[in-house]
């Protein structure tokens, strides 16, 4: 493992760090390439650099493979057929268009799903795919979103997804750090909150902005997620 000072310098935001790292790859350690791509999960535009998911992709540990791939911001062919509006500024470098074939034809499942994230394995498709795919797409969400997630969870059910897997997929996407953040109670919650309780009481024509922020369409769905209340309650992070 890299001490706290040495990844420090080894990643400091200059010309000379992607020299710095090609040079000590070879010689670090599994856990220690881990750090690497760890360091680059930051911030909301979070991503490892093209240069560094080639490095990471040829590794020979799959997980490091996988943790590269899950921060890596894969660009997939154009689809046939659709207008390229951005021009020039939505073509491919060579790099990315490499990126994207050495993931999707991974040995690893899990790599392979990195790849597919965005692309084929979409909420839309989320229901009818295996129980791997579900938590692997949760796991790579870079902007989870609570009502999102619920309305998905509904249809979920009404597609007779298992509850044992649902239970999985509400504990991977609620052990998100950003998810969990969000749920955190503060201030600001807590004031909403006491503005729901008056919300009946307010003139109609607030009545629809008034369920919106409620978050009403999703509501039913936090209500069938405690259907088996007990198994429900288990499956959340108690921390």
């Given at each position: 493992m890299l001490s706290e000072s040495v990844l420090e310098e080894l990643l400091r935001e200059t010309p000379m760090r992607e020299h710095l790292v090609r040079e000590a790859w070879p010689d670090l350690s599994t856990e220690s390439r881990l750090q690497i791509s760890q360091a680059?999960?930051?911030?909301?535009?979070?991503g490892v650099p093209d240069w560094l998911s080639l490095?990471?992709?040829?590794d020979t540990a799959v997980i490091v493979r996988y943790w590269a791939a899950r921060l890596t911001h894969f660009q997939p062919p154009r689809p046939e057929g659709v207008d390229d509006?951005?021009?020039?500024?939505?073509?491919?470098t060579e790099e990315q268009k490499q990126l994207y074939e050495m993931a999707r034809t991974d040995s690893s499942e899990l790599v392979r799903l990195c790849a597919d994230c965005g692309e084929t394995l979409t909420y839309q498709t989320l229901a009818t795919v295996s129980q791997l795919q579900r938590l692997a797409f949760l796991r790579t969400l870079s902007m989870p979103h609570l009502g999102v997630f619920f309305q998905w969870l509904d249809t979920a059910v009404r597609a007779g997804v298992p509850d044992l897997e649902l239970r999985e997929c509400l504990r991977e996407f609620v052990s998100l750090p950003a998810?969990?953040?969000?749920?955190?109670?503060?201030?600001?919650n807590t004031s909403m909150m006491l503005w729901w309780r008056s919300a009946p009481a307010l003139?109609?024509?607030?009545?629809?902005?008034?369920?919106?922020l409620r978050g009403e369409r999703c509501r039913g769905s936090w209500h069938i997620s405690c259907r088996p209340a007990w198994a429900w309650q288990r499956s959340l992070p108690t921390s």
């Open positions: 680059f999960d930051v911030g909301w535009m979070a490095l990471a992709l040829n509006v951005l021009g020039p500024l939505s073509e491919r998810v969990r953040e969000d749920l955190e109670p503060t201030p600001m003139p109609s024509r607030a009545v629809g902005m008034s369920r919106e």
